[in-house]
């Protein structure tokens, strides 16, 4: 079993910044790829952000490119979502998630071994 708790979320202005924290528990934290996603009211879950074990590799959805960033420590066994340039669109409950299939896709079938109990994310226009 991995424990994720997510940290960080809140209400924000439009142009400002958050940055999430996720913290695993458990098995080797370095064993699993790490990945965001966000579910906003009445739309679908959507991958956000997903890194490889070793951090070599990131993944961004298009509509957060050049604004957010991934990063992991495995040292202290948490992922991070550094949020600029946030948006109102933005707004949603955000979740990490581990897995340990194929780094580099598993997050496009937006399912995961585990999943953190979401932080939510409001930003004001």
């Known amino acids: 079993q991995v424990q994720l708790v997510e940290s960080g979320g809140g209400l924000v202005q439009a142009g400002g910044s958050l940055r999430l924290s996720c913290a695993g528990s458990?098995?080797?934290?370095?064993?699993?790829?790490m990945g965001w996603f966000r579910q906003a009211p009445g739309k679908e879950r959507e991958v956000v952000a997903a890194i490889s074990w070793l951090g070599g590799n990131t993944y961004y959805a298009d509509s957060v490119k050049g604004r957010f960033t991934i990063s992991r420590d495995n040292a202290k066994s948490t992922v991070y979502l550094q949020m600029n340039s946030l948006k109102p669109e933005d707004s949603a409950v955000y979740h990490c998630a581990a897995d340990k299939r194929n780094p580099d896709t598993w997050y496009a079938a937006r399912s995961a071994d585990y999943w953190g109990q979401g932080t939510h994310i409001t930003v004001s226009s």
């Open positions: 458990g098995r080797t934290f370095s064993n699993y790829a």
